[in-house]
């Protein structure tokens, strides 16, 4: 069931990315912002539906869960900042350059939770579990997530490449796609930071509805913050319902629920449900084509088919071994 969870969550994650670029102009101010607000909006609304449908106890008190673990309000805060530091980068850099970055919070996350196995002295389940043949797969599908980018930074918009260049966006100073750079590789060790967390208490915790909707409420106080912050900086109140903010809305939704498929994943494998949701770059690429009309070159159509089926046989590897 896991598997279900993660390439649902992969799908979802990639169509988040695709709407959220089509949300991202870069003429409009604070968008990173404004694209934080629907995604606090949403995780709000599933978090309401988890007890709705009964997933979670109506008597279920946010305080204690909060009280018991406290390191819980650690997940939503590192993934509320990584998501602030990744729609900033798309205003430095091209989307295509960032995309592959970030995909390797699959990577950090990895090496991360073999490193956490090995200190809580679970190191049998590791040897387990983590095969050479998985790891050849692992940087092969890797590779083909970051060829499939750096196709696309070579054809990508060469007037958006030209508005950056002019450096009109919040750095004038020339070192733009530097920066960008940077802070796409610290929103993928917030990331990171954020499934660590996650992996981490989902082990200790025996319900996780219970901490997906306190991980959706925390991130959505987190965001009523930000709102007001937005507010005072913009001088007036920012309106997430206009037409015009429909794809942030939709970027947001399915980056929400994503989030919420990636959590059950990782609550049932915690050791490869990122490497199979890294693999959003690909899809990423592919939906680009059939929701945005862009181009895909056939050396890229080769790298999201070939990171496609090193995922998918990893997947199936990891059922039968």
């Not at 990577?107 to 050479?132: N, P, R, W």
């Amino acid at each position: 069931m896991w598997l279900i969870y993660a390439f649902s969550s992969t799908s979802l994650y990639a169509l988040g990315e695709v709407f959220q670029k089509k949300g991202s102009h870069f003429k409009e101010e604070h968008t990173e912002l404004k694209l934080l607000v629907w995604f606090g909006i949403f995780s709000f609304i599933f978090s309401l539906l988890l007890k709705a449908f009964g997933l979670v106890d109506m008597s279920f008190n946010i305080f204690t869960m909060i009280s018991d673990n406290p390191g819980v309000i650690l997940s939503p805060l590192f993934y509320a900042l990584s998501l602030i530091l990744c729609f900033l980068s798309f205003k430095l850099v091209p989307v295509s350059v960032i995309a592959p970055i970030t995909c390797m919070e699959g990577a950090f996350t990895f090496f991360g939770v073999v490193m956490m196995y090995i200190f809580l002295g679970k190191t049998d389940e590791i040897l387990q579990s983590v095969t050479l043949l998985k790891l050849i797969l692992i940087i092969l599908s890797f590779t083909g997530i970051y060829l499939c980018g750096l196709i696309q930074n070579k054809i990508e918009n060469k007037e958006e490449n030209k508005i950056l260049a002019n450096g009109k966006f919040l750095i004038k100073s020339g070192y733009f796609a530097i920066i960008g750079i940077v802070l796409a590789l610290l929103s993928a060790v917030l990331d990171s930071a954020s499934s660590l967390t996650d992996i981490y208490f989902l082990g200790d915790i025996a319900d996780s509805y219970e901490y997906i909707y306190t991980h959706g409420i925390i991130v959505f106080v987190f965001v009523v913050i930000v709102y007001f912050v937005l507010w005072a900086i913009e001088s007036k109140p920012y309106n997430p319902f206009k037409r015009t903010e429909i794809p942030k809305m939709l970027g947001s939704g399915c980056d929400s629920l994503a989030m919420i498929l990636y959590m059950l994943a990782v609550s049932k494998n915690p050791i490869f449900t990122n490497i199979i949701v890294s693999g959003f770059c690909a899809f990423t690429v592919l939906f680009s084509r059939i929701i945005l009309k862009e181009k895909l070159e056939k050396r890229q159509e080769v790298c999201v088919l070939f990171t496609i089926v090193c995922i998918l046989v990893f997947a199936v590897l990891d059922e039968v071994l």
